[in-house]
C-alpha cells in the first residue's frame, strides 16, 4: 500500500511530497520542519484511525456487529430495508469469480464513511489538538506579513487501484475545506481471497469476515515517542507537582494551567497504562531477545516504584562467563 502525503505553507514547510513507508527518516537541520510533517502524520493517522485501505475500518465492523445484535428494536420496514441490504452482500460474498467492492456494502455505510471523510471539525480538531493550537489557521505558513493557502493532501493507493484521497485547504483565519473521495470500484475482497472459502449464510458470518479484515488488513496503530532529552517526563512532574502545591488554592484564585499538545499527552497515557506482556513465546519475542543479547548484552526490565508510577524502562547487563583454555 502506498500513502502520499502533499504538503503546502504548513508551519515552516513551503512544500514537501513524502511518499511514507514502512520506515520513513526525516534527515534536516533544526527548524526546518521535520516536527511539524512528525505532529501532521500523527494527525492524520489518529483522525483516520490509521492510514490504511479503508478509514474508520471499524465501523464497518460496528455497523454489522449492531445490525445483527439490535435488528428486533427496528420498525418493521426498517427490518425489511436491513434484510435486503443484507442480502445483498450475502449475495454479492458468495457470488463465484466476482470480488466484493466498497460499493457493494450497504448504502449506509459508504454513504456514512464518505460523509465523514469531508467532515470539516473531525480533522480540525484533531489538528488543533495534536498541535495544541486554538486555531488551524496559526499552522499557515506567512511570507512577510503576507499569509498564503495552506494545503494538506493524502492519497492512498496500491499500484494502479486508487483506495482513498483527502485534502484540507486553508488561508486567513478561516478553519480548513475538506474534500475527499472514497473509490467505489476499490476491491475490498480479491476473488480469490482466502478469506472466502465458507459460505456466508447469516449476519452474524458477515461480522466475523468484516472484523477479521479489520484486525488482519485494515487496523493500523500509531504512537508517538518522544526523544529521551526531550525532558517530557522531567517537564510533567514539575507542572504535577505545581498543581499539587496549589490544589488548595482551587476555588480561590485561578489557576494557569500548562497544556501538552495532544501527541505528547497521548504518550503519557501510553505510559500511564502500559502493561508488560507476559504470554506465550513469539516470533517477535523472539527477535526481541536476540536483540537484547546480541546487541545490548543485557536485558530490558520494566520497573514501577508503585502501581500508579510511571514505568521505568531499565537495561540489566549480564555478565558473561569467561572461558578458560
Not at 520542519?33 to 465492523?61: C, M, R
Not at 452482500?89 to 469531508?118: M, W, Y
Not at 485534502?167 to 476499490?186: F, K, L, Q, V, Y
Not at 490544589?247 to 500548562?258: C, K, P, Y
Request: a neutral charge; one cysteine or more.
Amino acid at each position: 500500500m502506498d500513502a502520499h502525503i502533499n504538503v503546502q505553507n504548513f508551519g515552516p514547510i513551503e512544500k514537501a511530497e513524502i511518499d511514507l513507508r514502512p520506515l520513513t527518516v526525516f534527515v534536516g537541520e533544526n527548524n526546518t520542519g521535520k516536527t511539524y510533517l512528525a505532529a501532521l502524520i500523527y494527525a492524520l493517522h489518529q483522525n483516520f484511525e490509521g492510514i490504511s485501505q479503508l478509514p474508520w475500518a471499524d465501523s464497518v465492523t460496528s455497523y454489522f456487529s449492531f445490525a445483527y445484535r439490535s435488528r428486533d428494536r427496528y420498525s418493521q420496514s426498517q427490518q425489511d430495508a436491513l434484510q435486503q441490504d443484507m442480502l445483498g452482500v450475502l449475495e454479492k460474498l458468495n457470488t463465484p469469480g466476482c470480488p466484493f467492492k466498497f460499493s457493494d456494502l450497504p448504502q449506509l455505510i459508504h454513504a456514512g464513511l464518505e460523509s465523514r471523510l469531508t467532515d470539516q471539525e473531525d480533522f480540525t480538531n484533531e489538528l488543533e489538538r495534536c498541535f495544541d493550537l486554538e486555531s488551524a489557521s496559526k499552522l499557515i505558513r506567512f511570507t512577510g506579513s503576507r499569509g498564503n493557502e495552506m494545503k494538506v493532501s493524502l492519497s492512498v493507493r496500491e499500484g494502479n487501484q486508487r483506495y482513498w484521497d483527502f485534502e484540507a485547504r486553508a488561508a486567513g483565519s478561516a478553519d480548513p475545506t475538506i474534500t475527499g473521495h472514497i473509490n467505489p470500484d476499490m476491491i475490498l475482497l480479491d476473488a480469490n481471497d482466502s478469506m472466502r472459502k465458507t459460505e456466508f449464510n447469516e449476519i452474524s458470518d458477515v461480522e466475523r469476515l468484516f472484523r477479521n479484515l479489520g484486525i488482519r488488513r485494515w487496523r493500523t496503530n500509531s504512537y508517538y515517542l518522544p526523544a529521551a532529552r526531550s525532558g517530557i517526563m522531567q517537564s510533567h512532574g514539575v507542572i504535577a507537582t505545581a498543581l499539587i502545591k496549589r490544589a488548595t488554592r482551587i476555588g480561590l484564585d485561578r489557576l494557569e494551567v500548562s497544556t501538552f499538545s495532544g501527541m505528547i499527552a497521548d504518550f503519557l497515557e501510553q505510559i500511564v497504562r502500559y502493561k508488560e506482556r507476559k504470554g506465550s513465546s513469539s516470533s517477535i519475542r523472539r527477535v526481541a531477545e536476540q536483540l537484547e543479547a546480541e546487541l545490548l548484552e543485557g536485558k530490558i526490565e520494566v520497573k514501577r516504584p508503585t502501581s500508579e508510577a510511571y514505568p521505568e524502562f531499565c537495561t540489566v547487563q549480564i555478565r558473561r562467563k569467561k572461558a578458560y583454555g
